[in-house]
């Protein structure tokens, strides 16, 4: 199981950090890739992370501003945003799959419910 937290209103400019906790597994064993889908639109990845080298690849719309880094003894990833957008505004959903096509994972098996991340003035 995932969960999501860490979502909110926010101010453009303004920064957020997301958690995806695990139970159950192990996070560290899997690749694991954020996603956010936005009112009227299909759900999109934002980076995957390569757990086997650590590696991250971030969609070119998000890179520079979002970060991912874990906790493995909390058992969790965080998702870093920073200098946000109006256009970040989405549910964000955090999932276990296996390996990175680009900056989505693979294989999405395992996913959280979604936390609501929204940028406005």
């Known amino acids: 199981q995932l969960v999501e937290s860490g979502g909110g209103l926010v101010q453009p400019g303004g920064s957020l950090r997301l958690s995806c906790a695990a139970s159950?597994?192990?996070?560290?064993?899997?690749?694991i890739g954020w996603f956010r889908q936005a009112p009227g639109k299909e759900r999109e990845g934002v980076l995957c992370f390569r757990s086997s080298d650590g590696s991250t690849y971030y969609a070119d719309s998000v890179k520079g501003r979002f970060t991912i880094s874990r906790d493995n003894a909390k058992n969790t990833v965080y998702l870093q945003m920073n200098s946000l957008k109006p256009e970040d505004t989405a549910v964000y959903y955090c999932?276990?799959?296996?390996?990175?096509?680009?900056?989505?994972?693979?294989?999405?098996?395992?996913w959280g419910q979604g936390t609501l991340v929204t940028v406005s003035s």
């Open positions: 159950g597994f192990t996070l560290d064993y899997y690749d």
């Open positions: 999932a276990r799959g296996g390996g990175c096509s680009s900056y989505t994972v693979r294989l999405p098996e395992v």
